[in-house]
Nanobody
Framework: QVQLVESGGGLVQAGGSLRLSCIASGSIRSIRTMGWYRQAPGKQRELVASSTTGGTTNHADSVKGRFTISRDNAKNTVYLQMTSLKPEDTAVYYC????????????????WGQGTQVTVSS
């Protein structure tokens, strides 16, 4: 009853940029941390960046200075601006949110998007 929908992935050459967006909808009272994870073939899913409701952000060392997470709390939306992309950034990128449910959806739980493919060619 809570959906996260990502958009903005695609194919880009090394050095290029992409902007990912994720919109949360459904039985939401509030959202605490929102973030982006990625999973490359044969590798574990890893945190890329996260943002608290208050705006505190955290970026993985591998993307610091290149990726920037931002958030629009009023729209339940989180963005990931990716610049200076490298082939090793190729992965499926997943949106994640810690949601406080509303209505029949009670309590705090994790929600995940379906993922969006980012491919960086050399």
């Amino acid at each position: 009853q809570v959906q996260l929908v990502e958009s903005g992935g695609g194919l880009v050459q090394a050095g290029g940029s992409l902007r990912l967006s994720c919109i949360a909808s459904g039985s939401i009272r509030s959202i605490r941390t929102m973030g982006w994870y990625r999973q490359a073939p044969g590798k574990q899913r890893e945190l890329v960046a996260s943002s608290t409701t208050g705006g505190t952000t955290n970026h993985a060392d591998s993307v610091k200075g290149r990726f920037t997470i931002s958030r629009d709390n009023a729209k339940n939306t989180v963005y990931l601006q990716m610049t200076s992309l490298k082939p090793e950034d190729t992965a499926v990128y997943y949106c994640h949110a810690d949601v406080v449910g509303a209505g029949n959806v009670v309590g705090l739980f994790e929600a995940w998007g379906q993922g969006t493919q980012v491919t960086v060619s050399s």
